[in-house]
């Protein structure tokens, strides 16, 4: 026999049987997805585990039945199971059938394992822009708020993109005394202070074109 068969599944089931009897709060899908022990052989998003296939993506090909289907009777898509390599090795593993999960859990977890994509690309996957990363690392931050997050010795830049234009913009970092001879009044703990921006006058060009494009477009 040059192929290890290997039942991975028998050894969940006893644990799973065992369990039945547990009363099973239910919660939120991702809750399920953790008490019902799906976690320990999928991966869903960053975590999981890999005895089973990944699911983060199975809500794009599959529908709703189909993935309920699945929790209860596996076997009506696998029947034999499938190869799974684990450590290197190949073994066939099943999924557990899980036929006797309410049917109100079920549809909570097949919705949850299939609207996962989306909630996934909402959160993780929406990379901040370029400019916002370059306010950062410049140290505007230190001085400017942006929604909410940023110091305040300098004027909130939330919505400077509704009055000031991207030449306007570029302009006050390389030289922010065409625009503030004086500085701005800035009042700090009660107290107000005559502040100057420092100017930013070695900013490569590349750079400060995608700030100002950047705060430009916060209207
Ligand atoms: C003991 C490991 C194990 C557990 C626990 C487990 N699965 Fe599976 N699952 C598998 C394996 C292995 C497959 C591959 C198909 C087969 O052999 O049944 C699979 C297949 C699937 C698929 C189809 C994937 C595809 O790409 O076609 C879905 C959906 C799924 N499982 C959902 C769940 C849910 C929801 C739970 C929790 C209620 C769960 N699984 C618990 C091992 C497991
Ligand atoms: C040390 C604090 C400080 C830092 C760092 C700083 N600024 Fe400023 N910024 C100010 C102050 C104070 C003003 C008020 C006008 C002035 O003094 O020039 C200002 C004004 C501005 C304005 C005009 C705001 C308005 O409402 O008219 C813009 C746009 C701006 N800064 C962008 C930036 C960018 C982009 C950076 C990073 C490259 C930056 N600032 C770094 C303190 C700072």
């Known amino acids: 026999m040059n192929k ?3 039942l ?7 644990a799973i049987l065992g369990l039945n009897n547990l009363a099973f709060a239910t919660g939120s899908g991702a809750k399920l997805f953790k008490d019902y ?3 320990d052989c999928h991966t869903l998003g960053h975590q999981g585990g890999t005895v089973g296939p990944n699911l983060s993506n199975i809500g794009k090909t599959k529908s709703l039945t189909w993935i309920e289907s699945q929790i209860s009777n596996p076997s009506s898509h696998f029947t034999r199971g499938s190869n799974t390599k684990i450590n290197g090795k190949i073994y066939l593993v099943r ?18 394992i299939k609207t996962f994509p989306s909630v ?10 370029e400019g916002m990363r370059l306010f950062e690392k410049d140290n505007c931050v230190a001085c400017h708020r942006i929604n909410g997050i940023g110091g305040k010795v300098g004027p909130n830049l939330s919505h400077i993109g509704k009055t ?7 302009t006050q970092v390389v030289d922010p005394k065409v625009h503030f001879r004086y500085g701005l009044g800035v009042i700090i703990d009660a107290h107000t202070y005559l502040v100057m ?8 060009d590349s750079q400060l074109n995608v700030i100002g494009r950047y705060l430009e477009s916060l209207k």
């Open 8 to 14: 991975v599944s028998l050894f969940f089931l006893v």
């Open 197 to 204: 921006m420092p100017s930013f006058k070695d900013i490569p």
């Open 164 to 170: 000031k234009s991207l030449s306007w913009i570029e």
């Open 4 to 6: 290890f068969i290997f």
């Open 120 to 129: 996934l690309s909402n959160l993780s996957y929406k990379r901040p822009p």
């Open 37 to 39: 022990y799906c976690i």
């Open 95 to 112: 999924m557990p059938g899980f036929n006797n999960i309410p049917d109100s859990v079920a549809d909570k977890l097949a919705e949850y």
